[in-house]
């Protein structure tokens, strides 16, 4: 066993997981109360790594920063959070609100439409060329936890601790605090929480507010340890924030929370040793199973999420629906 | 309801695909070769203006641009640019090109940018005797046989650079073991076999390793990269990438140096504290001679940067426009006289030299040349 490459994609999954548990919770949030798959929820994420990539530079950029490190980062994750979070009661306010009471099939595609309307803003604005965090200028990748077979550098613990750091943030918001209970109260049942005294169209809003908010806060993050960003990043990351949502269970915040994680590891494991398991494969079946490649990994997590869809499509933290006729 | 729901979510999605597929394939009818005459002309380009090589096309188009204002200024000739974005998708690329060959004022093409928007094009193109001379492709069956009777490069082929590549590793770097990565497209699968083989021949342990043309993180295919390997090269069209896959080397502690090819040529933007890059075309920010057209275009461009791809661009602009401008000699002319007249180029290159093309296309004589990269700094060798 080789155990420098077991513990370093461990965190390699971890870093990819904890950015995809940030996606599937604006998925969650968004479906648990409005039993809508926002599908422009991942275009707000790349929205967020733009808003990031725009304040590194208005703060003098990697070569000569006007602030501390820290600080820059900081104030770079909360002005994507607060830009996307407006993002996301725009996009409800204009593409989801007038749609409330139509055919379920009206809102999905209204949501494919302002995917690609943002997509395309967003080329427009900054054009097609890769931008660059230049992250690894900011902060030398050497610099980090060095021990034993563990590389990791420091702003891939700062993408782990910030994601952890706001799913308890979230979960505390959920469970604790009177507008989380507002938001249970509408995911349960929107007609009698409006009956009970709560705005339901406020509470929306806000769940919108912080579902993108999260999804901007994931796209710095993203930027920041993967270095690149680009307007059509938020079409992979979305996908794979709605898989961790479904395999978690769509609805459920730490289901989201546990589904983003284990897709982050899933793909990170698959891409390791995919090529020794179906070579181990290959060789038992005198070649019948063909050897996969790196470039496979993807169809691994995908077919975690068929299997889950046939096996248990509630997901693992969900509750099947139950419906009196 | 909520399987369904996602059940219909899904449907949308490959609805989406199947209809931009469908719309991308959309034949139209193709223009013969006609007379023009000669004063409202124009150069079609056909190259990724959006997409994960978009970085590419926006710096050919630019410089072909300024190619043409120059010339314009020079010749006072009236030569404008129509633009084909081909998204680095070969469907794309197929409908840009049917649109650019029905367009009876386009007498000669730039591009394709990418081999797999040559392959798709190049016989549309030949049927409308509509010239294609490219400043990047470079697929080697792209002029092996000559497929593609109208098509022209100024930059030399993939036959090239796999061996320069090849020698290089084994002979300079004394590389035992070594990785190589494609990025899953037309132009890095070919190129990466053809390395990986010359390094087998060569008694070098080769370990292949895909990624998709728009990853971002590469952490686990760096986690695959043992101890005892020398050099990663990375045959991909994306800058960025090939600079993520650097420092994530460095980040593990893994003492191998990224290779990047042609593609990856961007000063501005692969900057590996150690590494090498192969490129098609000496960078004219090396050359004191080009030091004038260096200044004009970032003077014209706003300090735009640039790399090789820019420069090889503008030349090709000039070999179409100065075929143009002969086989205009008397008022009016053929799409097949320029043709005729590209394949007699014989004109100052900016490299250095003159621009000729062989008998299939390809330019007489040319090399890749590498350059070594020192925290981030660029040098040619050799």
């Given at each position: 066993?080789d155990?420098?490459?077991?513990?370093?994609?461990?965190?390699?999954?971890?870093?990819?997981?904890?950015?995809?548990?940030?996606?599937?919770?604006?998925?969650?949030?968004?479906?648990?109360?409005?039993?809508?798959?926002?599908?422009?929820?991942?275009?707000?994420?790349?929205?967020?790594?733009?808003?990031?990539?725009g304040?590194?530079?208005?703060?003098?950029?990697?070569?000569?920063?006007?602030?501390?490190?820290?600080?820059?980062?900081v104030?770079?994750?909360?002005?994507?959070?607060?830009?996307?979070?407006?993002?996301?009661?725009?996009?409800?306010?204009?593409?989801?609100?007038?749609?409330?009471?139509?055919?379920r099939?009206?809102?999905?595609?209204?949501a494919?439409?302002?995917?690609?309307f943002?997509?395309?803003?967003?080329?427009?604005?900054?054009?097609?060329n890769?931008?660059?965090?230049?992250?690894?200028?900011?902060?030398?990748?050497?610099?980090g936890?060095?021990?034993?077979p563990?590389?990791?550098?420091?702003l891939?613990?700062?993408?782990?601790?910030?994601?952890?750091?706001?799913?308890?943030?979230l979960?505390?918001?959920?469970?604790?605090?009177?507008?989380?209970?507002?938001?249970?109260?509408?995911?349960?049942?929107?007609?009698a929480?409006?009956?009970?005294?709560?705005?339901?169209?406020?509470?929306?809003?806000?769940?919108?507010f912080?579902?993108?908010?999260?999804?901007?806060?994931?796209?710095?993050?993203?930027?920041l340890?993967?270095?690149?960003?680009?307007?059509?990043?938020?079409?992979?990351?979305?996908?794979?924030?709605?898989?961790?949502a479904?395999?978690?269970?769509?609805g459920?915040?730490?289901?989201?929370?546990?589904?983003?994680?284990?897709?982050?590891?899933?793909?990170?494991?698959?891409?390791?040793?995919?090529?020794?398991?179906?070579?181990w494969?290959?060789?038992?079946?005198?070649?019948?199973?063909?050897?996969?490649?790196?470039?496979?990994?993807?169809?691994?997590?995908?077919?975690?999420?068929?299997?889950?869809?046939?096996?248990?499509?509630?997901?693992?933290?969900?509750?099947?629906?139950?419906?009196?006729? | 309801?909520?399987?369904?729901?996602?059940?219909?979510?899904?449907?949308?999605?490959?609805?989406?695909?199947?209809?931009?597929?469908?719309?991308?394939?959309?034949s139209?009818?193709?223009?013969?070769?006609?007379?023009?005459?000669?004063?409202?002309?124009?150069?079609?380009?056909?190259?990724?203006?959006?997409?994960?090589?978009?970085?590419?096309?926006?710096?050919?188009?630019?410089?072909?641009?300024?190619?043409?204002?120059k010339?314009?200024?020079?010749?006072?000739?009236?030569?404008a640019?129509v633009?084909?974005?081909t998204?680095?998708?070969?469907?794309?690329?197929?409908?840009?090109?049917r649109?650019?060959?029905?367009?009876?004022?386009?007498?000669?093409?730039?591009?394709?940018?990418?081999?797999?928007?040559?392959?798709?094009?190049?016989?549309?193109?030949?049927r409308?005797?509509?010239?294609?001379?490219?400043?990047?492709?470079?697929a080697?069956d792209?002029?092996?046989?000559?497929?593609?009777?109208?098509f022209?490069?100024?930059?030399?082929?993939?036959?090239?650079?796999?061996?320069?590549?090849?020698k290089?590793?084994?002979?300079?770097l004394?590389?035992?073991?070594?990785?190589?990565?494609?990025?899953?497209?037309?132009?890095?699968l070919?190129?990466?076999?053809?390395i990986?083989?010359?390094?087998?021949?060569?008694d070098?342990?080769?370990?292949?390793?895909?990624?998709?043309?728009?990853?971002?993180?590469?952490?686990?295919?760096?986690?695959n990269?043992?101890?005892?390997?020398?050099v990663?090269?990375?045959a991909t069209?994306?800058?960025?990438?090939?600079?993520t896959?650097s420092?994530?080397?460095?980040?593990?502690?893994?003492k191998?140096?990224v290779?990047?090819?042609?593609?990856?040529?961007?000063?501005?933007?692969?900057?590996?504290?150690?590494?090498?890059?192969?490129?098609f075309?000496?960078?004219?920010?090396?050359?004191?001679?080009?030091?004038?057209?260096?200044?004009?275009?970032?003077?014209?461009?706003?300090?735009?940067?640039?790399?090789?791809?820019?420069?090889?661009?503008?030349l090709?602009?000039?070999?179409?426009?100065?075929?143009?401008k002969?086989?205009?000699?008397?008022?009016?002319?053929t799409?097949a006289?320029?043709?005729?007249?590209?394949?007699?180029?014989n004109?100052?290159?900016?490299?250095?030299?003159?621009?000729?093309?062989?008998?299939?296309?390809?330019?007489?004589?040319t090399?890749?040349?590498?350059?070594?990269?020192?925290?981030g700094?660029?040098?040619?060798?050799?």
């Amino acid at each position: 066993m080789d155990w420098e490459k077991l513990v370093q994609l461990t965190v390699n999954g971890l870093t990819l997981g904890g950015v995809y548990a940030l996606v599937a919770l604006g998925f969650s949030m968004v479906y648990g109360i409005l039993k809508l798959l926002n599908l422009a929820h991942g275009d707000v994420m790349m929205v967020g790594a733009f808003i990031g990539w725009g304040v590194l530079g208005w703060l003098g950029g990697v070569q000569d920063p006007r602030v501390a490190v820290w600080l820059l980062i900081v104030f770079m994750i909360l002005v994507a959070m607060v830009g996307c979070g407006f993002l996301g009661v725009a996009v409800e306010r204009f593409a989801y609100r007038p749609l409330r009471r139509a055919p379920r099939i009206a809102p999905l595609i209204s949501a494919l439409g302002v995917s690609f309307f943002i997509q395309n803003s967003v080329l427009l604005l900054w054009g097609a060329n890769f931008r660059s965090y230049e992250s690894f200028d900011l902060v030398d990748v050497e610099v980090g936890i060095h021990w034993g077979p563990l590389n990791v550098w420091i702003l891939r613990v700062v993408v782990i601790c910030s994601a952890l750091a706001m799913m308890a943030g979230l979960w505390i918001l959920v469970t604790r605090t009177k507008l989380g209970k507002a938001m249970r109260a509408t995911a349960f049942d929107r007609e009698a929480a409006a009956m009970m005294g709560i705005d339901v169209d406020r509470v929306i809003v806000k769940t919108f507010f912080i579902g993108s908010a999260l999804a901007g806060a994931a796209g710095v993050l993203a930027g920041l340890v993967f270095g690149s960003i680009n307007h059509f990043m938020g079409f992979g990351y979305g996908l794979k924030g709605f898989t961790a949502a479904v395999v978690g269970g769509i609805g459920s915040i730490p289901g989201a929370m546990f589904g983003g994680l284990f897709i982050g590891l899933a793909e990170a494991f698959s891409v390791g040793y995919i090529e020794d398991v179906t070579g181990w494969v290959s060789n038992r079946t005198g070649g019948v199973f063909p050897r996969l490649g790196s470039q496979f990994s993807d169809l691994v997590v995908f077919a975690i999420l068929i299997a889950f869809m046939l096996l248990r499509p509630q997901g693992i933290f969900g509750k099947p629906e139950v419906k009196k006729v | 309801m909520r399987k369904g729901l996602i059940a219909s979510a899904l449907a949308v999605l490959a609805a989406a695909v199947v209809v931009s597929a469908a719309v991308a394939n959309t034949s139209s009818t193709a223009a013969p070769a006609q007379l023009a005459t000669c004063t409202n002309v124009s150069l079609g380009f056909l190259g990724p203006l959006t997409g994960p090589a978009g970085f590419l096309g926006q710096e050919q188009l630019s410089w072909l641009q300024f190619g043409v204002q120059k010339y314009n200024k020079a010749n006072g000739t009236k030569f404008a640019v129509v633009q084909g974005d081909t998204q680095l998708k070969a469907p794309v690329a197929l409908t840009v090109a049917r649109r650019l060959a029905a367009n009876k004022k386009i007498m000669a093409v730039i591009g394709g940018s990418e081999s797999q928007a040559v392959r798709v094009s190049g016989k549309l193109f030949a049927r409308n005797s509509l010239a294609s001379i490219s400043g990047s492709a470079t697929a080697i069956d792209l002029t092996k046989n000559r497929p593609f009777k109208t098509f022209f490069r100024v930059v030399p082929n993939d036959g090239i650079q796999g061996p320069t590549i090849v020698k290089f590793v084994s002979q300079n770097l004394k590389a035992k073991n070594v990785v190589v990565i494609d990025s899953q497209d037309d132009y890095s699968l070919p190129l990466a076999q053809a390395i990986t083989r010359g390094l087998r021949a060569r008694d070098i342990t080769v370990s292949r390793e895909s990624v998709s043309a728009d990853d971002t993180d590469f952490s686990s295919i760096v986690a695959n990269v043992g101890a005892n390997v020398n050099v990663v090269v990375f045959a991909t069209q994306v800058a960025t990438a090939a600079n993520t896959l650097s420092n994530q080397l460095r980040e593990q502690g893994k003492k191998a140096i990224v290779f990047g090819t042609d593609g990856a040529y961007s000063p501005s933007q692969f900057k590996p504290r150690s590494g090498y890059v192969s490129v098609f075309a000496p960078d004219i920010q090396f050359d004191r001679k080009a030091r004038s057209l260096v200044n004009e275009y970032k003077k014209w461009s706003k300090n735009k940067a640039f790399g090789a791809f820019g420069p090889a661009t503008y030349l090709a602009g000039l070999v179409a426009m100065t075929a143009i401008k002969n086989a205009c000699a008397d008022g009016r002319a053929t799409r097949a006289e320029v043709v005729r007249q590209v394949q007699r180029t014989n004109i100052p290159s900016i490299f250095g030299g003159t621009v000729r093309f062989s008998r299939i296309g390809d330019p007489l004589p040319t090399k890749f040349i590498i350059y070594k990269i020192t925290t981030g700094k660029y040098s040619p060798l050799g």
